[in-house]
């Protein structure tokens, strides 16, 4: 499966918007990203996915490069709740699995 | 709705000893999933069902891991014997279908811890 890279961690603050990077060079004109988080001591949690426009939802927004070989999720308010690894995940096709790297750390400060 | 439902919580067993886990998935979600997901690392998927087939489970040791999920609804993760590299987090996942476009919903997992 193709594979995504994303730094280690990122701090932010209480409140304040985050943007968390994804390069995904190897994505195809099918591939979709998607995004979980999973907090400590948590299972991974679904937070969005999308293949060429930018998408909105409760939890987050997904904007997608015009050349589709990067994303950034953004969180628009952090709240401490928001502390967890980020998972970027590049799936394509009907029997494409979830593969997991290690994802991006993010540390809240309050 | 009720999320995905795993038991025990904790594991703590020998090496050689068997162990097995129980999964109860979200109503009416086909597809079903056991990851394990060693510390500081993400989770890796084993094996995958549709219904009570096995779609995938290239990843799953064979010579000693075993999953079933008799009647398309709950399933049970098992291994036997258990090895110090097995320690780790056992996560199930369901979700609606098995196309990889439907959103994985997972449970907290069971910490099994090897001595």
Not at chain 1, 18 to 27: D, G, K, Q
Not at chain 2, 26 to 48: D, F, V
Request: some cysteine.
């Amino acid at each position: 499966d193709a594979k995504t890279t994303q730094p280690n961690s990122m701090e932010s603050n209480e409140e304040e918007p985050v943007h968390l990077p994804c390069n995904h060079s190897t994505i195809s004109g099918t591939d979709y990203i998607h995004w979980y988080r999973q907090l400590p001591s948590q299972g991974p949690e679904y937070v969005i996915h999308g293949l060429t426009s930018n998408v909105n939802n409760r939890m987050a927004s997904l904007a997608i490069a015009e050349d589709r070989k990067s994303s950034t999720l953004i969180l628009h308010r952090a709240t401490l709740r928001d502390a967890a690894v980020y998972y970027c995940i590049q799936l394509g096709g009907a029997n494409s699995k979830l593969t997991f790297g290690k994802g991006i750390t993010l540390s809240v400060r309050p | 709705e009720a999320g995905v439902a795993q038991s025990p919580r904790y594991k703590i067993i020998e090496k050689r000893q068997s162990v097995a886990f129980w999964c109860n998935p979200i109503s009416g979600h086909a597809t079903l999933y056991w990851y394990q997901q060693i510390l500081g690392q993400g989770p890796k998927l084993l094996i995958q069902f549709q219904n009570n087939g096995v779609v995938d489970d290239s990843q799953l040791p064979k010579d000693r891991f075993s999953a079933e999920r008799l009647k398309g609804v709950d399933s049970t993760l098992k291994i036997q014997p258990a090895k110090l590299e097995d320690s780790a987090v056992y996560l199930c996942a369901s979700s609606l279908g098995y196309q990889g476009l439907w959103p994985q919903h997972f449970g907290d997992g069971t910490r099994l811890s090897i001595l």
